[in-house]
Antibody, heavy 113, light 111 residues
Framework: EVQLVESGGGLIQPGGSLRLSCAASGFTVSSTYMNWVRQAPGKGLEWVSVIYSGGSTYYADSVKGRFTISRDNSKNTLYLQMNSLRAEDTAVYYC???????WGQGTLVTVSS | DVVMTQSPLSLPVTLGQPASISCRSSQSLVYSDGNTYLHWYQQRPGQSPRRLIYKVSNRDSGVPDRFSGSGSGTDFTLKISRVEAEDVGVYYCMQGTHLYSFGQGTKLEIK
C-alpha cells in the first residue's frame, strides 16, 4: 500500500528555516518524480517543486533560491528545505507522487512573528 | 509558465443533476511523447486532494463512473453525470506537461 507521511511543519518566524520530510512507503521515491505542492489557508493549490528520478530539480518562481528539494534514497524520503521564510509561505505543504496519484496528509507551516 | 483557467469557479448543482467544469490551458498540453498530462483532482472539505482522472480521460481506481474527463490540446472538461451529496468539494485541474500548474479550483455545492 502506498503511503506518504509529511512531517516537520510548525510555527516559524519570518526569515527562519524549516525542513519538511515526506516518508514514502509502497514504492521507491528515487524511481519516479516527486513534487511538493502547497495550499495557503482558504486558497487553491500551488505547485512548489519537483525532483525527477535522474535528480533534476525545478522550482516555482515564488520559492526559487529559497527552497531546495532533495531525497534520501536509503530512507525512501523526500525533503523540502525552506530558507528565508516569509509570511506568504504560510500553507499546508503536501508531497505528491503524481504518476501514482497519491498525496500525503499535509503538514502546516505558519510563518509569523 | 502555463496558466490554467477553470470555469465556473462556483457551481451550485441540484442532487441528481449533471455538472460540468471547464479547464483551459494557455499552451497545448500535448507532450513530446504524445501524452497529454492533464489531471483532475477532488478536494473534499478538510481532506487532502484525491485524483479522479489522469491523462485527460482515465478514471482512477475506485472513482465512480459518473465522473468522466474529456478534451484535447488546450480545452478540457470534467463531467459528473448525476451529482451526489458526497461530490461536494473543490475540483482542480492540473497540468504536468510544462512543469506543473493548477487551475484556480471550482467549488461544487448542492443547491
Amino acid at each position: 500500500e502506498v503511503q506518504l507521511v509529511e512531517s516537520g511543519g510548525g510555527l516559524i518566524q519570518p526569515g527562519g528555516s524549516l525542513r519538511l520530510s515526506c516518508a514514502a512507503s509502497g514504492f521507491t521515491v528515487s524511481s519516479t518524480y516527486m513534487n511538493w505542492v502547497r495550499q495557503a489557508p482558504g486558497k487553491g493549490l500551488e505547485w512548489v517543486s519537483v525532483i525527477y528520478s535522474g535528480g533534476s530539480t525545478y522550482y516555482a518562481d515564488s520559492v526559487k533560491g529559497r527552497f531546495t528539494i532533495s531525497r534520501d534514497n536509503s530512507k525512501n524520503t523526500l525533503y523540502l528545505q525552506m530558507n528565508s521564510l516569509r509570511a506568504e509561505d504560510t500553507a499546508v505543504y503536501y508531497c505528491i507522487y503524481v504518476s501514482g496519484g497519491y498525496w500525503g496528509q499535509g503538514t502546516l507551516v505558519t510563518v509569523s512573528s | 509558465d502555463v496558466v490554467m483557467t477553470q470555469s465556473p469557479l462556483s457551481l451550485p448543482v441540484t442532487l441528481g443533476q449533471p455538472a460540468s467544469i471547464s479547464c483551459r490551458s494557455s499552451q497545448s498540453l500535448v507532450y513530446s511523447d504524445g501524452n497529454t498530462y492533464l489531471h483532475w483532482y477532488q478536494q473534499r472539505p478538510g481532506q487532502s486532494p484525491r485524483r479522479l482522472i489522469y491523462k485527460v480521460s482515465n478514471r482512477d481506481s475506485g472513482v465512480p463512473d459518473r465522473f468522466s474527463g474529456s478534451g484535447s490540446g488546450t480545452d478540457f472538461t470534467l463531467k459528473i453525470s448525476r451529482v451526489e451529496a458526497e461530490d461536494v468539494g473543490v475540483y482542480y485541474c492540473m497540468q504536468g506537461t510544462h512543469l506543473y500548474s493548477f487551475g484556480q479550483g471550482t467549488k461544487l455545492e448542492i443547491k
